[in-house]
């Protein structure tokens, strides 16, 4: 099996809010990340496909394929965008990174069909990221 | 096929340590022919990258796995107050008998952070310099 990853970026704001809190609870657990007008980042998005290579071509799949599903997925969806009030698949969530790595992994999942989807990657900055998996599936280098 | 993967929260924090790799069960010549520069008498250190993965249900109400200042003051207490600006081989008890080389390191973190209570620690990664890194998950 080989596995290929894809990189992309994309820039959104967000607000954690739970409405069912109080103010100060919600500012207890979420603390900066509760400011009212939200604030944003520059979000890092590795996806990672596994498969066999096709024995015609070499690909597990066509890199300009994964290119236009993730652009039609995920860029057209989440960039530029306030995750909260302009990403229906995230409607009454609060954006976390584990949240929005998990939306991205069940929009992508059914759309790979060359190859499967291995791992979801998301980075909202550099020391933070979620990583997403098929459950019960082997973590790679750990199967 | 469910389509509900496997969360994991990632987390990098950063230390500056210095060691020196040398075996007391081998010669001058070998620990210098085994370790090369890094046996070097007075050590030297590196600008160590930690990478921390959790893993858990994300609590509806938060969104999260562990609220990340829990995290962050748990690796803040475990590893980095006892690692930071230190030396492993004098100043770690645990690399008072074993080679601190980023294997060994690996386990003694994943021995300092498997007791967070807030998540299952899943896997973490050192990375010794640009080029070098290491993964520990546990033995089993």
């Known amino acids: 099996m080989v596995l290929l990853t894809r990189k992309i970026e994309f820039a959104a704001s967000h607000v954690y809010h739970n409405p069912n809190l109080s103010s100060e609870e919600n500012r207890r657990i979420f603390g900066k990340c509760n400011n009212p007008h939200g604030h944003g980042h520059n979000y890092t998005l590795e996806v990672t496909v596994e498969g066999e290579p096709d024995p015609v071509t070499g690909m597990v799949l066509d890199l300009k394929e994964l290119k236009e599903i993730l652009e039609r997925e995920v860029m057209q969806r989440m960039d530029h965008r306030h995750l909260n009030y302009e990403v229906a698949e995230l409607a009454g969530q609060i954006p976390t990174c584990e949240n929005i790595a998990r939306v991205i992994w069940q929009l992508l999942e059914p759309k790979i069909t060359q190859g499967r989807l291995h791992r979801v990657r998301l980075y909202e900055s550099p020391d933070l990221f979620a990583d997403c998996y098929r459950n019960g599936a082997g973590v790679a280098g750990k199967s | ?140």
């Open chain 2, 1 to 140: 096929m469910s389509n509900a993967p496997k969360i994991e929260l990632g987390r990098r924090y950063r230390f500056s340590a210095s060691h020196r790799l040398h075996s007391p069960h081998l010669s001058e010549e070998e620990n210098c022919r085994v370790f090369g520069k890094c046996n070097n008498p007075y050590g030297h250190g590196h600008n160590y990258v930690l990478e921390v993965s959790m893993a858990g249900d994300v609590d509806p109400a938060t969104g999260m796995i562990a609220n990340l200042a829990d995290l962050d003051a748990f690796v803040e207490r475990q590893v980095l107050e006892e690692l930071d600006h230190k030396s492993l081989n004098q100043d770690v008890p645990a690399f008072r008998e074993k080679v601190p080389t980023t294997e060994n390191l690996c386990i003694e973190i994943y021995r300092r952070l498997k007791s967070f209570p807030k998540a299952k620690l899943e896997r973490i990664r050192v990375q010794e310099t640009g080029n070098n890194s290491f993964e520990y998950a546990g033995d089993n």
